[in-house]
T-cell receptor, first 111, second 113 residues
């Protein structure tokens, strides 16, 4: 079945440093979504990417969808303590008709 | 944005009892809702897709007789964990799609003693 892998599992950065998490799918995706889950909270939708090679920005966050629609990345510029949490990608495989979540990358930011 | 609520937020029960968790879409209608389970420090695992007015679709390895799903209206889906055991202790989260976004409920933490 579809597998979605996410790396790294954990990332510790100093406030102000950049952060990137990568998501790779074993199958071609129709779209990919990114979520943020704060400790003790529930996942919150960040963005959806649909087109091959698509790049979207939300303030300090940059999201990319690979040309082959099998990988994606989330980059945060100049991290802040409010960025802490676990970032999940979820890829929609239309053949399977469902989304599969990656294992998540947990970001901690040292002030 | 759209709001999805879940009730209860926490439940502690004895082994062998059944627990019902409700998932409601508060300001939109959802013909499809999803139920996930999340163990500590792990990802969300899709358990089943709840379809209004029809049977739920369960993922491989999820026992449909243990995790009963009912989607009786366009705004309510329920998950009943029957004869719960300690290994069922987990964080259960529902979600509903609206347009191209997936909205998650706040989750229910189930502890089975």
């Amino acid at each position: 079945g579809q597998q979605v892998m996410q790396i790294p599992q954990y990332q510790h950065v100093q406030e102000g440093e950049d952060f990137t998490t990568y998501c790779n799918s074993s199958t071609t995706l129709s779209n990919i979504q990114w979520y943020k889950q704060r400790p003790g909270g529930h996942p919150v939708f960040l963005i959806q990417l649909v087109k091959s090679g698509e790049v979207k920005k939300q303030k300090r966050l940059t999201f990319q969808f690979g040309e082959a629609k099998k990988n994606s990345s989330l980059h945060i510029t100049a991290t802040q303590t409010t960025d802490v949490g676990t970032y999940f990608c979820a890829g929609l495989d239309t053949n399977a008709g469902k989304s599969t979540f990656g294992d998540g990358t947990t970001l901690t930011v040292k002030p | 944005g759209a709001v999805v609520s879940q009730h209860p937020s926490r439940v502690i029960c004895k082994s062998g009892t059944s627990v019902k968790i409700e998932c409601r879409s508060l300001d939109f209608q959802a013909t499809t809702m999803f139920w996930y389970r999340q163990f500590p420090k792990q990802s969300l695992m899709l358990m089943a897709t709840s379809n209004e007015g029809s049977k739920a679709t369960y993922e491989q390895g999820v026992e449909k007789d243990k995790f009963l799903i009912n989607h009786a209206s366009l705004t309510l889906s329920t998950l009943t964990v029957t004869s719960a055991h300690p290994e069922d202790s987990s964080f259960y989260i529902c979600s509903a799609n609206r347009y191209n976004e997936q909205f998650f409920g706040p989750g229910t933490r189930l502890t089975v003693l």
